[in-house]
């Protein structure tokens, strides 16, 4: 069983950027689909970027397409979320997820499928 802990939020302007991290133990993320969620308050769970771990595919959010990039460090049993060009709507809390299931382009979008969860971190973006 795998525990994710996340680390990287903040407070920051519009235009800056963040990096997120997500750190996996307990197992590797080998064969694994992880992905990053967000949640601002009163709202839903949204999809924001997913992972392969096997064949290194990637997919996204229409609203951080461009902006977000997903990726991982084999070694460091880590996955990143680089955040550029924030807007206050990124305001939320964000949520490393991962499943030992191959999840694709579209099932990976669905927070359901995901069995295991850090327990995310505040990126508070002001205008």
């Known amino acids: 069983q795998v525990q994710l802990v996340e680390s990287g939020g903040g407070l920051v302007q519009a235009g800056r950027s963040l990096r997120l991290s997500c750190v996996a133990s307990?197992?590797?993320?080998?064969?694994?689909?992880v992905a990053w969620f967000r949640q601002a308050p009163g709202k839903e769970r949204d999809f924001v970027a997913g992972?392969?771990?096997?064949?290194?595919?990637?997919w996204y959010a229409d609203s951080v397409q461009g902006r977000f990039t997903i990726s991982r460090d084999n070694a460091k049993n880590t996955v990143y979320l680089q955040m550029n060009s924030l807007k206050p709507e990124d305001t939320a809390v964000y949520y490393c997820?991962?499943?030992?299931?191959?999840?694709?382009?579209?099932?990976?979008?669905?927070?359901?499928?995901?069995?295991?969860w850090g327990q995310g971190t505040q990126v508070t973006v002001s205008s």
């Open positions: 992972l392969s771990w096997n064949d290194g595919d990637t």
């Open positions: 307990g197992d590797t993320f080998y064969s694994y689909t």
């Open positions: 997820a991962a499943d030992f299931s191959p999840l694709n382009r579209e099932s990976g979008r669905q927070p359901g499928l995901y069995d295991y």
